[in-house]
Structures are given as structure tokens and as C-alpha cells.
């Protein structure tokens, strides 16, 4: 007879891992005429194609989502000062944070703790603390600020626009220009999985513009065949 200790192991190792979802998180505006009434950001879950639209106000601009993969920020650009802080794990708006006019691209630190962003317009760049959802601090840059990445050590953040502006993230002053014709920088959409054999790391998330690509943190129903 195999010992009930032996028949039990037996019977948890055979359990197949669950399987675990790409969330992809879409931004939008919708509108008719003249006339824009309303922002959403759709929550697409590539496993089972279900989506979910959270509301917003309307002109969304851009994308941020925290390393964790819990939070999720969006700009709102024209007639919207303001950035939305949204719990990725109900679906919803915790928190407004309001900012210059016509906030426009958004970049989150590695570690989640500063939210960078542009404001074409007025040719600012808001420095938030995420932890408190607060503008901790303005810096003036050159000529229409757009996308924005940093370097590998996170010392230097680049600012397109015409020049580039070299900001230095200890003293959140300009440090140099680059004088190049327009241009911008984006940071392009890849995307690492996490692997682990039952329960993932944290999620690794990346972001472009209006769409972010999440490693979901929960096992979700796999799609029947056909």
C-alpha cells in the first residue's frame, strides 16, 4: 500500500500550475463633433479578451504604471490639469492629483516613487511624489516637452523637445541641452515575463504613450479550446 503522506504529495505535484494573464491597459477619449465628453482607460485581459472600461475625464494624454503593477496613472491633456491615480486591483479612481495645464507624456521611476511629466504648453515638467500624490517640485525646460526616458542609473532624466534638455534628478535643475532638430523620445513597449513555478514575482509592466502591458499578480480561468 502507498502511505496516504506519499499519495497526497503525489496529488499536489500534479497539480498544474495556474495560468497567469497580460493585462494591457488602453487609453482613450471618446468623442463626437465637437464635442468630448468623457475618458476611459480599457482593461484588456489577453487570456480570456474580457475588458473593462474605467471612466475618466476626458483627453487622456498618457500612461504610467508603478513596478508593482497596483497603480496606474493617467494625464490629462488640454483643458485638464490633472493626473489620475487609479487602484489597478478594483478598477477604479483613488485619487486626483492636480498639476499645470496641458500635462501631456508621463514617466514613473524604477521604484515607483517619482512620476514624471511634461507639459508641452508651458514648458514645464511636474515632479510628483507618489507617495503622497503631491507636486514636489516644477522644473522650467526648453521648447515643448514631450517624451522623456532616463538613464540606466536613473541620474539623468532626457526631455525631448528642441534642444533635449538634460535634467539632473538629484537637483531637478537642467543641466545641459542638446541643440538637435525636433525630435522625441519615447520609451519603446517591450515586455519581460516574470517566471516563477507557481506564484510570480512582482509584475513587470512597461508603458508607451496611451497603452501599458501588465504581468497580471493573479491566476486567472484559462480559455476553453475553440
Known amino acids: 500500500r502507498i502511505p496516504f503522506v506519499l499519495v497526497l504529495l503525489m496529488s499536489?505535484?500534479?497539480?498544474?500550475?495556474?495560468?497567469?494573464?497580460d493585462i494591457v491597459y488602453v487609453a482613450k477619449t471618446q468623442c463626437?463633433?465637437?464635442?468630448?465628453?468623457?475618458?476611459?482607460?480599457?482593461?484588456?485581459n489577453t487570456v480570456s479578451n474580457e475588458i473593462n472600461s474605467i471612466p475618466l475625464n476626458p483627453f487622456v494624454a498618457s500612461l504610467a504604471i508603478t513596478p508593482d503593477g497596483k497603480t496606474?496613472?493617467?494625464t490629462h491633456d488640454i483643458f485638464f490639469g490633472e493626473v489620475s491615480v487609479i487602484d489597478t486591483a478594483t478598477q477604479s479612481v483613488m485619487a486626483i492629483i492636480s498639476v499645470e495645464?496641458?500635462?501631456?507624456?508621463?514617466?514613473?521611476?524604477?521604484?515607483?516613487?517619482?512620476?514624471?511629466?511634461?507639459?508641452?504648453?508651458?514648458?514645464l515638467i511636474s515632479v510628483i511624489n507618489t507617495a503622497t500624490n503631491t507636486v514636489a517640485?516644477?522644473?522650467?525646460?526648453?521648447?515643448?516637452?514631450?517624451?522623456?526616458?532616463l538613464?540606466?542609473?536613473?541620474?539623468?532624466?532626457?526631455?525631448?523637445?528642441?534642444?533635449?534638455?538634460?535634467?539632473?534628478?538629484?537637483?531637478?535643475?537642467?543641466?545641459k541641452e542638446i541643440e538637435i532638430f525636433?525630435?522625441?523620445?519615447?520609451?519603446?513597449?517591450?515586455?519581460?515575463?516574470?517566471?516563477?513555478?507557481?506564484?510570480p514575482n512582482y509584475p513587470s509592466s512597461s508603458c508607451s504613450g496611451m497603452i501599458c502591458r501588465l504581468r497580471a499578480d493573479?491566476?486567472?480561468?484559462?480559455?476553453?479550446?475553440?
Do not use: Q, W
Open 182 to 199: 525636433f525630435a522625441e523620445i519615447t520609451v519603446p513597449v517591450h515586455y519581460r515575463a516574470m517566471k516563477h513555478s507557481f506564484v
Open 12 to 21: 499536489i505535484l500534479a497539480i498544474p500550475p495556474p495560468a497567469f494573464a
Open 32 to 44: 463626437s463633433f465637437f464635442e468630448c465628453p468623457a475618458g476611459y482607460v480599457d482593461v484588456v
Open 72 to 74: 496606474l496613472y493617467v
Open 151 to 175: 538613464s540606466p542609473d536613473e541620474t539623468l532624466l532626457y526631455v525631448a523637445g528642441s534642444p533635449i534638455s538634460v535634467v539632473n534628478t538629484s537637483t531637478m535643475s537642467v543641466e
Open 137 to 149: 517640485r516644477i522644473i522650467a525646460v526648453n521648447n515643448f516637452p514631450l517624451g522623456m526616458t
Open 101 to 123: 495645464g496641458n500635462p501631456s507624456h508621463a514617466l514613473l521611476t524604477s521604484n515607483g516613487a517619482t512620476l514624471y511629466v511634461t507639459h508641452p504648453k508651458d514648458n
Open 218 to 226: 493573479r491566476p486567472v480561468a484559462k480559455r476553453s479550446p475553440g
